[in-house]
């Protein structure tokens, strides 16, 4: 039968009215009358990270969202949890993404009533702007115009290219690894922290997270110390605080006017991040400026040399801030007199003064700083030269005549070398002035395209800034003389940076551009530090930083800010730029390191959502990087990296113990999945070794009619028992199917969960439904594990109200049970009076594990008292072994054999043999066979109902007790050793009724001649065994008794849950243990 639609246009919803009413007769239906519901997600368990909660963008207005028509019925079932296609597409385009936290309070306007409103910007930033920039920006900085000279003229060109070319090479891979992660899906606001975290998992996420917010803190440190630098030596020298005599006063003027600086700067960030993104193109034009006043003094060497000089006394750089004249004396109007520099080395002005004996037997010399880049100066500079600190600057080309060192060469105008020097330390200063390729990645939620941009802005910026770092070393070893190059703060060419002499047209366009650009810099990092904290204390995953995730009503950082400024501190009272360089070097390193370690591993994992847009990027790139990135933090300062290292690692584990969960689909658990499943391949390739045996556990536990676990220390005995280590998997059975109970099954297997949470067993948990509980355990005993990671043992508890249980399926399963394991050559445990073992809190001080040790079937027995001796609860606990000797064994001999056997297992016990010899059955024993045949068979043969049935039975019972006392008295046959007292016989006879009705009925006779005599046997043996057992472990904590193995006809399987009872009638703790069939320990090594 054909069907008919209306095609409605969809542009306007009044002509979808107008054409549903002009249908006539068809009378179409309406979307919206057959699709009422909603379109929301359930965000309830991520409130904290919604952006989680969906692999897509997680829309916030799903609810205004209606479909009408009838063209997708079949769906609409589905609609409430699956969206149209058209509705997500709607999403995804519509979505924008701003940096986290950087709205202000100039942005946010108020209408005339008072209602606040914040514009909603469009990120229209490019590459160039957006991240070639501002990467630029990070990368030339202090480093550049403060020390790379200094590293050229200490290290020599070839050892200054090598550390520019591992750094520079480092970034780059680091880069290339950054940009694969960066086009891997939408990069939200949060940059790096985001890429890491959501790569590596929150673990690794958050250490790597702390790791970068204190290298961009330290950066602070660095910067702001920079700029105290250029301020306190090149443009108000006289503005210090405390007056020159040494080093102490120097960095005591640091630390007091970088605290100064670091408040004024922590000031402008509070009011308002605005300003600082205003003044950053203002600080981004005097690097440029700088550095192409820097090439174009380059160039002018070739025409005209600059006119600076420096003043050699022999071959000693000296100081000319305080002379002009290099010389010791001058002609003034054809008279001789003493220069500024005659005092500096003689006691007085005079010619006739006392004076130095190096500063009389050598000249004193003029050379050009800057002889130019033709001078050829450049073959004096490829080599570097290392100097102890304290030691004199000397051009070792210059001839001079040594004298003997003198204590008061210090005091003289000497250029001093001032810390020692050596090539990793250098790298470890340099290294933080190529760290700024993250600034790119940060800005992310401003750039229109960041997949393209990231990658093409960074990698630029990493390529121009490495042409720009290589051709100033180059440059600056064939322009600018050695000894002045090595001379850190410019003392030999009048307090005027060294990169300045070279600069054209003005040493002061350096200072100036310098001076801005580590001003910006450090506003950056006070700006960006903040922000990653945030960011990292609202992800949640370290909870005692959670207060640091609020801020202002505008979302500014507030708390996050005053600690960055107390960390910063820290730094600027290290005073010495050149040992906080090293500190944030390492933090870079390890933030890069695994930037690295995160994309190696995504691309061999090859997971399906890995889909980088950037292609140019292969496993072996990230690994180079990973290695030389771990390669130069121990290069650099070896303890500087353990530090680095140990922070990581705590931080990491306190993630891992008390960190929020959080499920990113990182990497790290991707790895985790794919070693689990190369660990269990291989596992089942080769069978498992006796030294590698241990308990892989099957605990099956019962629920109660709330579904919580019944016995809750069944779960501590196993975490005793496996101390946390093998295999542990809880599992429990529900009846039914699981269409109709599937929810019961996930509630229980929350509450599995929270219990072993609870008892601290670590483990896996699983419930399932069956028809029944006899073929849950089958199912379970099958097929629980997975691979090589199989269980080998299976734990239980002992059915204790098996025999008021109102049918047999109680003892049925339990047999049935012992029979599968038995089948599958798994191990059992059984304990009885499970609720009385030891919680996890308690401690056993004193007292005995006591083995029974009647069969040999694997060596269970052994292994267990050792293992439980591992856990704090038992670990005070004695181990005593018992074994039973039989009339034709050498008592003797066999604990002598016990002995030895025990000293070969490395086993700390006491070992007894107890002698049971054979002796005539007691009437106490014939007669609980007796009772139990009886009830058997009365349980056959009465068709009563369940009440009844168990009614009858008992007074059957009770009847047979006082008949059989009262003939054991009269006739006692002469093979039977009778064991009833009168005071038991009378006990007897006073505790049951008449029951000769019932006696009548059955006509059942006590005979014993008639019993089974394999049933009496059996009972004999539990009944002795059991005396036995009582009378030597009753007191002890715990008692561990071969588990006897039921009979091979199920006939007799009611009589066997008696046996059992029989063997553990008065002791408290017992655990029945039955082997799997193969030894599990061993003498051997």
């Not at 009358?33 to 997600?41: D, Y």
């Not at 089958?778 to 043992?793: F, P, V």
């Not at 904590?1037 to 063997?1063: A, H, I, R, S, T």
């Not at 599990?1080 to 090594?1085: A, F, G, M, P, W």
Request: overall charge neutral; charged content about 20%; some cysteine.
């Amino acid at each position: 039968m054909p069907t008919n639609f209306t095609v409605v246009p969809v542009e306007d919803a009044q002509e979808i009215t107008n054409s549903v009413g002009a249908a006539g007769s068809n009378k179409p239906f309406a979307l919206d009358k057959i699709f009422k519901e909603e379109l929301q997600e359930d965000n309830s368990q991520e409130e904290e990270v919604p952006k989680e909660s969906s692999p897509f963008i997680n829309p916030e207005n799903d609810e205004e969202q209606y479909y009408e028509g009838k063209n997708m019925a079949l769906f609409e079932e589905e609609m409430d949890r699956s969206p149209m296609v058209s509705s997500l597409l709607n999403k995804l385009a519509n979505y924008t993404n701003l940096t986290q936290g950087v709205r202000e309070h100039e942005e946010e306007a108020e209408n005339e009533d008072g209602v606040r409103r914040v514009p909603v910007m469009v990120p229209q930033m490019g590459t160039f702007i957006g991240v070639y920039l501002p990467c630029m920006q990070n990368i030339l900085g202090v480093i550049l115009f403060l020390r790379l000279t200094w590293i050229v003229g200490t290290a020599g060109i070839l050892g200054s290219f090598a550390i520019v070319s591992m750094c520079c090479i480092c970034t780059l891979l680091t880069t290339i690894s950054m940009s694969a992660i960066a086009t891997n899906g939408v990069v939200p606001a949060g940059g790096s922290y985001y890429m890491i975290s959501r790569s590596l998992g929150p673990e690794f996420g958050g250490a790597v997270g702390i790791c970068l917010y204190l290298g961009t803190t330290f950066a602070g440190s660095m910067y702001i110390l920079g700029t105290i630098e250029i301020l306190l030596t090149y443009i108000v020298p006289t503005a210090k605080v405390f007056k020159e005599g040494g080093d102490t006063d120097f960095l005591n003027n640091m630390r007091v006017y970088g605290t100064c600086c670091l408040v004024l700067m922590a000031l402008v960030v509070f009011v308002g991040v605005k300003y600082v993104n205003k003044l950053a193109l203002v600080f981004l034009a005097c690097v440029i400026l700088s550095i192409m006043a820097t090439y174009a003094g380059v160039v002018k060497t070739l025409i005209e040399p600059p006119e600076f000089t420096v003043c050699l006394l022999g071959n000693r750089s000296l100081r000319n801030e305080k002379f002009e004249t290099c010389a010791k004396t001058e002609l003034v109007k054809n008279e001789t007199r003493t220069t500024d520099l005659w005092p500096l080395f003689c006691d007085n002005k005079y010619l006739n003064a006392t004076c130095d004996e190096y500063f009389i037997v050598n000249n004193l010399t003029e050379i050009q700083a800057v002889p130019g880049l033709l001078s050829g100066v450049i073959k004096d500079n490829l080599w570097g030269n290392y100097d102890p600190a304290g030691e004199m600057l000397e051009k070792k080309s210059q001839p001079s005549v040594p004298v003997p060192e003198q204590t008061e060469d210090t005091k003289k105008p000497y250029v001093f070398n001032d810390i020692t020097t050596y090539f990793t330390l250098l790298v470890g200063i340099y290294f933080p002035s190529v760290t700024g390729i993250m600034a790119g990645s940060n800005r992310s939620g401003d750039l229109r395209d960041a997949q393209r941009s990231i990658p093409i802005g960074t990698i630029m910026a990493i390529l121009t800034t490495s042409f720009i770092y290589i051709s100033c070393v180059v440059l600056f070893g064939a322009c600018i003389e050695g000894v002045v190059l090595r001379d850190k703060f410019g003392f030999s060419v009048k307090k005027n940076p060294v990169i300045g002499i070279l600069a054209w047209p003005s040493p002061w366009v350096i200072v100036i551009g310098s001076f801005f650009s580590c001003c910006g810099a450090g506003l950056q990092s006070l700006t960006g530090a903040p922000r990653l904290l945030q960011a990292i204390a609202r992800d949640g995953i370290i909870p005692f930083l959670q207060v640091f995730g609020h801020g202002k009503a505008n979302n500014e950082p507030t708390w996050a800010l005053l600690l960055t400024v107390g960390i910063c501190e820290i730094g600027i009272l290290i005073a010495s730029l050149d040992a906080v360089a090293p500190i944030l070097s390492m933090f870079f390193l390890m933030c890069y390191l695994f930037v690295n370690l995160a994309c190696a591993v995504q691309t061999l994992l090859r997971t399906p959502n890995w889909r980088p847009r950037f292609k140019f990027y292969h496993w072996t790139l990230s690994f180079l990087g990973m290695s030389l990135c771990l390669s130069l933090m121990f290069v650099s300062s070896w303890y500087y990296a353990l530090v680095a290292i140990v922070i990581a690692g705590c931080i990491y584990k306190y993630i891992e113990y008390r960190g929020a969960e959080k499920e990113w689909g990182d990497g790290i658990r991707g790895l985790s999945l794919n070693a689990a499943r190369y660990a269990l391949i291989r596992l089942e390739e080769v069978p498992l070794h006796t030294k590698n045996w241990r308990p892989q556990l099957l605990v099956l536990c019962k629920l109660d009619s709330n579904l919580k676990v019944k016995h809750p220390h069944l779960l501590s005995f196993t975490s005793q028992l496996k101390a946390g280590k093998g295999l542990t998997i809880v599992s429990s059975v529900l009846e039914g199917t699981y269409m109709t109970r599937g929810a019961d099954a996930k509630t229980g297997e929350e509450n599995l969960k929270a219990a072993m949470a609870a008892e601290k067993t670590k483990g896996f948990s699983h419930v399932v439904v069956a028809s029944n509980l006899r073929d849950g355990f089958s199912l379970l005993i099958q097929s629980a594990g997975l691979g090589g990671m199989k269980h080998n043992a299976v734990l239980m508890a002992w059915p204790a109200g098996w025999k008021l249980a109102q049918d047999s399926s109680a003892r049925q399963n339990f047999i049935e049970t012992v029979r599968e394991t038995t089948s599958a050559e798994q191990a059992l445990l059984v304990a009885k009076n499970i609720d009385s073992f030891p919680s996890n809190q308690e401690r056993l001080t004193e007292g005995t594990i006591d083995v029974w040790w009647i069969v040999h079937d694997g060596g269970l027995l052994m292994l267990l008292p050792f293992l439980l001796n591992q856990h704090k609860v038992w670990r005070k606990c004695k181990m005593r072994i018992f074994t039973v000797a039989q009339m034709d064994d050498n008592s003797i001999q066999m604990k002598k054999d016990l002995q030895m056997f025990v000293y070969h297992l490395r086993l700390d016990a006491v070992v007894e043999v107890v002698e049971m010899h054979g002796s005539d059955i007691s009437a106490f024993t014939y007669e609980k066979t007796l009772m139990m045949e009886q009830r058997s068979q009365m349980l056959k043969q009465m068709q009563l109902s369940r009440t009844e049935k168990e009614r009858e039975a008992q007074l059957i019972h009770d009847r047979n007790t006082a008949t059989n006392a009262k003939a054991a008295r009269q006739t006692t046959p002469d093979h039977v050793h009778m064991t009833w007292t009168k005071d038991k016989v009378i006990n007897e006879r006073n505790k049951h009724r008449e029951n000769m009705a019932v006696k009548d009925m059955f006509n059942m006779k006590p005979e014993w001649e008639n019993l089974s005599q394999s049933n009496v046997r059996r009972m004999h043996t539990a009944v002795k065994l059991n005396e036995a057992v009582v009378k030597k472990s009753k007191n002890s904590q715990l008692v561990l008794l071969n588990m006897p193995g039921p009979p091979k006809n199920k006939k007799g399987d009611e009589n066997y849950m008696e046996f059992l009872e029989v063997l553990m009638e008065g002791l408290n703790r017992v655990v029945l243990v039955r082997g799997g069939g193969r030894e599990v320990i061993t003498i051997y090594s």
